[in-house]
T-cell receptor
Framework: GQNIDQPTEMTATEGAIVQINCTYQ??????LFWYQQHAGEAPTFLSY????GLEEKGRFSSFLSRSKGYSYLLLKELQMKDSASYLC????????????FGAGTRLAVHP | DAMVIQNPRYQVTQFGKPVTLSCSQT?????MYWYQQKSSQAPKLLFH???????NEADTPDNFQSRRPNTSFCFLDIRSPGLGDAAMYLC??????????????FGQGTRLTVV
């Protein structure tokens, strides 16, 4: 299987930092994506990692450890509009860039 | 400008009545995906294409079929929709390359209601 695991829900305070973790099975892995999804809308791309380390993009950063099958998304200076689901997705080499999603982490940002 | 377009945004169909959802793209991407997403769940991959090569997921019901007549268009056919098929259907595209800039781009989705 190609299970992707992430926490179901998280809450945080406006202005704070939150880290959303994701684990995946490493067999055939060749890329890790994070998407944001607001209720009733399509996912929008946030970040991509294929090599170990941290990728920073403004308030959002994403980290990958290939050997551990682990990634996290770090959101800084949280804003109310960051309340959304955050989907971790892994690409696997079998079948032409097969992209499998986790169930998503629903983040609620409170004042 | 929308790059992955799904029509319609909302579709109501009768139980057992065939329905087709459409997706078009202006990105000239080789890979096109269809996902089913139910409330508070992960987008579930139904199948994907690399050009015309079709890859069906093992657990995709036979009730779901797909066609890709050319690079730009892809269709999802549900032959006999049941109540359990009510969901958001997401189309996405990507290149077949590896590396940066290879993320999947999503359409706005079609929300299917079965009555």
């Amino acid at each position: 299987g190609q299970n992707i695991d992430q926490p179901t829900e998280m809450t945080a305070t406006e202005g704070a930092i939150v880290q959303i973790n994701c684990t995946y099975q490493t067999s055939g892995f060749n890329g890790l994506f994070w998407y944001q999804q607001h209720a009733g809308e399509a996912p929008t791309f946030l970040s991509y990692n294929v090599l170990d380390g941290l990728e920073e993009k403004g308030r959002f950063s994403s980290f990958l450890s290939r050997s551990k099958g682990y990634s996290y998304l770090l959101l800084k200076e949280l804003q109310m509009k960051d309340s959304a689901s955050y989907l971790c997705a892994a690409r696997f080499s079998g079948g032409y860039n097969k992209l499998i999603f986790g169930a998503g982490t629903r983040l609620a940002v409170h004042p | 400008d929308a790059m992955v377009i799904q029509n319609p945004r909302y579709q109501v169909t009768q139980f057992g009545k065939p329905v087709t959802l459409s997706c078009s793209q202006t990105l000239n991407h080789n890979v096109m995906y269809w996902y089913q997403q139910k409330s508070s769940q992960a987008p579930k991959l139904l199948f994907h294409y690399y050009d015309k090569d079709f890859n069906n997921e093992a657990d995709t019901p036979d009730n779901f079929q797909s066609r890709r007549p050319n690079t730009s268009f892809c269709f999802l056919d549900i032959r006999s929709p049941g109540l359990g098929d009510a969901a958001m259907y997401l189309c996405a595209t990507s290149t077949a390359r590896q590396g940066m800039g290879t993320e999947a781009f999503f359409g706005q989705g079609t929300r299917l209601t079965v009555v």
